[in-house]
């Protein structure tokens, strides 16, 4: 359109061609609703695509983590495992639906422009080009400024998440010592800290991306200037200069916002790389033997284990009979919670071998390993959902019945039909809103729904009061009936009814036995009953 208008003012006398302008015009309004079709066609795309990458990709990250040894947790703050999931792939989600797209359109769209100028005149085509390979070791340089401070300020802001997680669990006790100071000290450095790496990732890398900016913008002078002489020395016409001063300036006004994206990404893509990296964490090898474990002996054979390098489990050896009640004693820190840990497969043991059924635990899948196993842990792990959901959790699928059935057994109904909604009451984040026995209760139900033949309980009466503890103790009795059962206990009377006690001092066994020939010995045991015994006639 602007090379006919122009020919009027090139040659005068030449008539005005206003159909061939029509006929251009018609092309240019074509043009623009392809335009606008396939915008509206590529946007929903990316935008589905990109969110349903993220959904699946968050599912897939969640399942390796539920796959992992919990030594992968020891090293890891929390901040820093929730964001993997949560703000990583927000991150993932914003590159592919909004960086990708844009960082590609603003590189094909000049690319296009400096092709098409190149057929009227391919010698200033190239000078206005010239700019984007000297812009690019700006470029280059911005990118490795942003992955360097960018991989600190994420490192800076999964702690700060870390402290925040810190400071709301602990909130009871910050409150209830006053303690504002430390606890809110070490949040508040954090936030100091993510400040500070925030500002130095913009503030570094802005020098280099604004010099690329100025360098890109350097075209549009090099066109105005050498089109002009180009122009006056005969080597190209009027129209053909104006389409440059046109087209010219649209090239570095999107390649300047494709470098700004570019910045962007490669902060982003640092997401990238942490998720692949943990996906890459190899997850604990499942064994190939499915078939049916029918004999519930549980052996340990030379065990090591340590937890970070210190050695906690040593050279163990220890039987744990089936069918039989085997209660675990020993002082605080021996290690008796580690057996059940190792047990179920959350670790893995250094050296040695469990057996069950006669074979190496590693040789099962994890799944069906736990399929046998029900732990009643001392710290109740409850979820933000109904009573009889969080019971339900012991064997998906059980229908309201069978749930409603084991919750009876586990004495649940006393404190459950009092609540408003009784058994479709929502307990709130970690049933904040139950007291310690009556969350235990939820935990022993179950593990009755599940009605696993191996039942390992954690001092799981330990931290209760009488009322709440009779209704326990009743509800384990029932529990562990024609079990293979392995207790670790505190109190000495709750396990004078064992069929075989094992006494645990150092990650070793110290003395084994049935209950009354142990006594007699008069070793570690006899004196834990005595000193218990003695204990309980202490008062205030
Ligand atoms: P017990 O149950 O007999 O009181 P545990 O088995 O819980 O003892 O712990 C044995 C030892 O292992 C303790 O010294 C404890 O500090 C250490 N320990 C327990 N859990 C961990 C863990 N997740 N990371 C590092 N050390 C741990
Ligand atoms: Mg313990």
Redesign the pocket.
């Known amino acids: 359109v602007v090379w006919e208008l122009f020919k009027l003012l090139q040659y005068p006398g030449t008539e005005l061609n206003v159909k061939l302008i029509g006929i251009y015009c018609a092309v240019l309004l074509i043009c623009l609703l392809l335009l606008v079709f396939f915008n509206y066609k590529s946007y929903m795309a990316s935008y589905r695509e990109g969110y349903s990458i993220c959904a699946d990709g968050r599912v897939n990250v969640a399942k390796h983590l539920r796959k992992l040894s919990m030594g992968f947790y ?1 090293t890891k703050d929390p901040g820093t495992i929730g964001s993997y999931i949560v703000s990583d792939f927000d991150n993932v989600e914003l590159l592919v639906t909004h960086l990708l797209p844009q960082i590609i359109g603003g590189l094909i769209g000049p690319l296009v422009m400096i092709i098409s100028l190149a057929f009227f005149n391919w010698k200033l085509a190239l000078i206005a080009a010239l700019v984007i390979p000297l812009a690019w070791p700006m470029v280059w340089i911005t990118r490795k400024l942003i992955a360097y401070s960018g991989k600190k300020q994420q490192k800076s802001k999964n702690d700060t998440a870390s402290r925040v997680i810190e400071y709301i669990q602990g909130i009871r006790l910050i409150k209830a010592f006053n303690l504002n100071g430390t606890k809110f000290e070490r949040m508040e450095n954090s936030f100091r800290k993510l400040k500070q790496d925030s500002i130095r990732l913009e503030a570094g890398s802005g020098p280099t991306l604004i010099l690329a900016t100025f360098v890109l913008n350097a075209s549009i002078p090099l066109i105005i200037l050498v089109g002009f002489y180009f122009f006056t020395h005969g080597e190209m016409t009027l129209p053909v200069y104006i389409l440059f001063l046109l087209l010219g300036t649209k090239i570095c006004e999107p390649l300047m916002q494709a470098l700004m994206f570019l910045g962007l990404a490669t902060y982003m893509g640092l997401s990238v790389e942490r998720i692949e990296t943990l996906r890459k964490t190899p997850v604990m090898p499942d064994g190939a033997d499915t078939g049916k474990i029918t004999n519930y002996d549980i052996e340990f054979q030379n065990i090591d284990f340590s ?2 390098n ?1 050695p ?1 489990i040593k050279q163990l050896n220890l039987k744990i009979p089936s069918h039989k009640l085997t209660a675990l004693v ?1 002082p ?7 057996l059940t840990r190792l047990i179920a497969r959350l670790w893995e043991v250094d050296k040695g071998e469990i057996r069950l059924n006669g074979k190496n635990i590693k040789n099962y899948p994890v799944d069906n390993l736990l399929s046998c196993i029900s732990i009643v842990f001392q710290d109740v792990t409850l979820f933000d959902n109904t009573i009889l959901e969080n019971i339900r959790l012991g064997r998906k699928g059980a229908t309201d019945e069978e749930v409603l059935a084991a919750a009876k057994l586990a004495n649940c109904e006393e404190f459950a039909e009092k609540l408003p909604d009784k058994w479709n009451t929502n307990i709130g984040e970690n049933g904040c809103a139950l007291s310690g026995g009556e969350r235990q209760r939820i935990s022993i139900a179950r593990a009755f729904l599940k009605d696993a033949p191996i039942i390992l309980l954690d001092e799981a009466t330990a931290s209760l009061d009488v009322e709440n503890e009779t209704a326990i103790q009743e509800a384990l009795s029932r529990l562990i009936k024609h079990k293979t059962v392995l207790i670790i206990a505190h109190r000495m009377r709750t396990v004078a009814g064992a069929d075989k006690i094992v006494v645990l001092s150092d990650g070793v066994v110290a003395e084994q036995g049935a209950p009354d020939a142990l006594y007699a010995r008069n070793g570690q045991y006899t004196h834990m009953v005595d000193l218990q015994t003695e204990s309980q006639s202490w008062a205030i």
């Open positions: 020891n937890y970070n210190v906690v020993g605080s820190g021996s290690g008796k919670t580690t």
